[in-house]
């Protein structure tokens, strides 16, 4: 497929690691490589970055220091948040709140917690994506242990309201857990104004590397270990730290947030006119998530009569990096669960394309894509049976 | 993820578009599980003279049907039935685990539209000699999509 | 402390990155960055990558491709091992069979299991820190579920009987995990000719980096997923792949596995100088772990008289890094679990070094602890009160 | 880790020693929980001329019995019983928080060796005005250290 220049629109799936951490990583590899619990000289400076990033950390979520435990990722997290609760809590009660629209991490976690025995209720959203705090007011029982709502969701982008939801779970003096790992860097956060509890976030989702992460515990919550073993992270978990992952976390999450709106504003522009620019060019497509309540770079946009994977191909095969919710690429038997949860039809959703814009994006991509989308668009409805049954520009007449 | 030849017949597809007044169509596959393909024949004196596809799905999907439709192509209506789903799936210098059903739909449109055909000259249907777990489904509780 | 030589002597705490592996991991932070779950070219590059650590995994241990899973290190492989494989097959038991020098990372996952109902025996060991096949052989019940030895001691190196052990559990149709963490590199593994079900290995042990490891699951063995999300690892461990660490672990245990019989040579020749150049120049000495069955690199040895932490400080000041079993360096209660097992006596474990060889160390670094171990042990014991009532020479006569 | 002050303390320990017919001396600690702290006195009119220590422990034991043994010398019993741990610990610029029983231990041996000298001189032993949770215990099972 030659030397093609690569678009890279699909930022919330990851992000490469930006030249300031892998500059700052760089160190703990060969030179600082010593196991931060030894006391000698070179292992001491181990554990010197490893406090400087978890004030990096607990800065830019305005918590403590010590409320900070590095994790290998937000699925690691997520489990650990879920489960923890659970187990520490299980005389309490064992009923969980969570919503129909969270990434697998979490739903797939309570779905093995309701084998296990546990009750949860997954809350339903509106056609964009929200959850309402009624909703979740009505749901609580005096056996509900944890209500885990993610902050903005990873394929329709949609914002909830977390700090509503945090004080209701706080009012009931229930735990509350927050899938952060698409919000860090898009969203100021303050985990004592917005009554979060636990918090998880990944690092290469905000330009650090992979295989690392952060679970932020409120001081005095009760939580099992999901790691056991040795004394690291205040004996909360065990493992030698991954030192240079969690310095290039640090340093990541500290450039992150240093200026978020300004950040997002030059994200947004590129992306409204890029969103824009589709419909505009496109007809029968669905704008999927919050018009406004959303990330920043995130476009979600159903295709009717054409199947996302087809889409991915050609915008591939042309250099663009993209995805989409249809089953087709996940081998699983459903399209995405996000989509059905907003009301989307299930023949719709097949035709979902999730771009998602980032630092390493120009108008220069806007404008590519705004050129290659329409004709791929075309040419897949052009061979689609549904296209030529809806008469070209009708509704969607699948049965 | 794909062979190469997945990949050209994806992008190259042959045989895509609708034939006028078709001896016989067959429509298989169902947009809930995101592949549906109609597959159109012009059969002359037993023998298949044209194929022609539309399809909604994935690069499987669209690479099977336009494998299919050449694969048909001049055979009579007894060489044609005979062309497996895995005879497509190698023509296709093979289809990763998870897209072997979209080989499977093509074989069933081939089928449709040449029992299609012979429903329409007053012939017996030819019943299927292995009936594979078909893709789609209608079980008791709605369809279920066997990828 | 200036600009002093660092003779690290420290290799079973952690190891540095080898030059050819931070080579192998660089375009995977911001080249071939993509994830891997994405279908486009750039994450079929990530994807592939990840391919070849596997085989090399599975080529250094005898084992299939597809039974090779990525974790976060060794801790989270051994609980993945036990959690899971308690969880899955609690219908049929709820015993649980380990030893008593295992690391923290089985000891207290076994442990949180007993808090949760199950039933751990722990077996005990020789004075070199062996485990006799035929307490295992007695305490295997048809509760049975697991059992899991480690291959090889961290603390004092022991190596244990795994073949048999493993040939013990096949027969009963138990299955058999072993945390070989400290093993990958000096002991050739073969997983089918050895019985092995589960193994645990960890990067940071054998020149890779740290934060990466991997369980490796014989296919066919009923096992749960410790972290649950997305269909990562085969739908086994979810989470975005931390793909330059994953390509660093297979580089580093190709590289670590080449030639283990060279490596060993080399290691412990001088190893055995050290050793025996210690003992003979140090009055009051215990040797730990087994005098054979050990790990190339490893020296324990015990004085008496002396606290453990004060002898890694005057060390650390001469730039030695070493470690200790003794209980003031990690802030719990009782010395090291694994020489107290041994039957060493409490307070002679306090004064145990730990010194273990690696790539890194030279004949000269030798030399120098030889000329400065005997000086920190004297200058220690001269304030010693233990020592004096000893009458200097003598037993250890504290009550 | 250490604070500056606890490694000099603990590389160039003061008043390392015995001394020979000393007035009063305090054994605290225990092997097994991996520290004892001898602490040995000179003392001429109720004052301290002398003090020195032998102890087998950890660094921040060296130190704390080094910098305690510095603190009381020339000090009246008095002003040398009511020298507290925490006393010895700030001299020392602060001690880990799992190290403060080593500063204890200091504390105690010292209040063990003016009672060892009162109770020489036919004296009432002096009582712990604030007796701390007490570092090294025998209890129902046998001996817990309460690091
Ligand atoms: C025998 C043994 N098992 C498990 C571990 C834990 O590995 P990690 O620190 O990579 O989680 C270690 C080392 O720390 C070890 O030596
Ligand atoms: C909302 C959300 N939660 C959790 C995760 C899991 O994070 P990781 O892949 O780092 O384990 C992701 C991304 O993959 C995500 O987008």
Redesign the pocket.
Known sequence: MGEKRIIYMDH???TYVRQEVVDAMAPYHTENFGNPSSIYRIARASKKAIDTARAQVAQALGADADEIYFT???????NWAIKGIASANIRKGSHIITSQI?????IHTCQYLEKEGFTVTYLPVDRYGLVDPADLEKAITDKTILISI?????EIGTIEPIAELGAIARNHKIPFHT????AVGNVPIDVNAQNIDLL?L????FYGP??V?VLYIRKGTKIDNLIHGGGQERRRRAGTENIAGIVGLGKAIELATADIEGHNKKIQAMRDRLQKGIIATIPSTHLNGHPEKRLPGNINISFEFIEGESMLLWLDDEGICASTGSACTSGSLEPSHVLLATGLPVEISHGSLRLTLGNINTDADVDFVLEVLPKVVTRLRDMSPLYKKSGKDGGCNVQ | MYSDKVMDHFKNPRNVGEIENPSGVGEVGNPVCGDIMNIYLKIENNVITDAKFKTFGCGAAIASSSMATELIRGKTLEEAWDISNKAVAEALEGLPPVKMHCSVLAEEGIHKAINDYRKKQGLEPWVEKNPHSHDHEEDGEGLTCQH
Do not use: F, I
């Open positions: 919330s799936a990851t290998s990722g937000g699925s690691e997290s997520d969270e990434h697998h991490a979490v993610m902050y903005a969701n990873n899938d952060a790992v698409q998880s990944s690092a290469h989702k992979k295989g992460g």
